[in-house]
């Protein structure tokens, strides 16, 4: 998880500033208002490779999150030992070395 927000912080900062900008100029309507921008940070971290590779590689956990999520609308809290799971599963995932990507390009 740290990982994608190292991503979204580093690939994502024109999208994070706007983002907070709208924020700062709409405190009692910033989640209507700036909800455009979100989703502006949130398309540009899932094109990253290392937040794809998590979702990949931590699919799993997620859906095992999402699913408790579902089972426990009133007591939320009881999913906790999944999100730490998937935590743990995010923070172990690293990218690929450089070569990898270009490869894939050549490839293409």
């Not at 971290?45 to 590689?57: C, E, G, N």
Request: glycine share 4%; hydrophobic share 35%.
């Amino acid at each position: 998880m740290e990982a994608a927000l190292e991503v979204t912080a580093r690939y994502c900062r024109s999208e994070l500033e706007q983002y907070g900008r709208c924020v700062a100029a709409s405190p009692a309507s910033w989640q209507r208002d700036c909800h455009s921008l979100r989703l502006g940070i949130s398309r540009c971290a899932s094109a990253h490779p290392i937040v794809r590779r998590i979702r990949s590689d931590c699919a799993e956990p997620f859906a095992a999150f999402e699913r408790c999520l579902q089972e426990n609308e009133a007591a939320v809290g009881k999913c906790s030992e999944h999100v730490a799971a998937f935590l743990r599963c995010a923070e172990q995932v690293k990218p690929e070395p450089l070569y990898y990507y270009l490869l894939g390009r050549v490839n293409r």
